[in-house]
Nanobody
Framework: QVQLVESGGGLVQAGGSLRLSCTASIRTFSNYAMGWFRQAPGKEREFVATIDWSGGTTYYADSVKGRFTISRDNAKNTVYLQIKSLKPEDTAVYYC?????????????????WGQGTQVTVSS
């Protein structure tokens, strides 16, 4: 059974930074694109960032472009989300997910495994 474990969330002041990590217990991690999504209270889950199998191609939601950076270490089965210049509107539960293929995707429907989420709270 594939498990994804996120870490790195917490309470931070606006303007601060965090680095989220997600480690997947999947044998062929490097075969799959990875993504980060988030869900704020009372809102639907939304796409944040995605990275292809090699780490060579990334894509971001407009709301986080320039502030968030997704990266991966295939040797460690881990994907990261570096977050800078945090805003109160970034407050959400952040989820990582394994895509169904090596190509990145912005659609939650194209992800087959999901982590349990890590809470990020930004105070103003």
């Amino acid at each position: 059974q594939v498990q994804l474990v996120e870490s790195g969330g917490g309470l931070v002041q606006a303007g601060g930074s965090l680095r989220l990590s997600c480690t997947a217990s999947i044998r062929t991690f490097s075969n799959y694109a990875m993504g980060w999504f988030r869900q704020a209270p009372g809102k639907e889950r939304e796409f944040v960032a995605t990275i292809d199998w090699s780490g060579g191609t990334t894509y971001y939601a407009d709301s986080v472009k320039g502030r968030f950076t997704i990266s991966r270490d295939n040797a460690k089965n881990t994907v990261y989300l570096q977050i800078k210049s945090l805003k109160p509107e970034d407050t959400a539960v952040y989820y990582c997910a394994v895509a169904v293929s090596s190509r990145y995707s912005v659609s939650a429907h194209e992800y087959m495994y999901w982590g349990q989420g890590t809470q990020v709270t930004v105070s103003s």
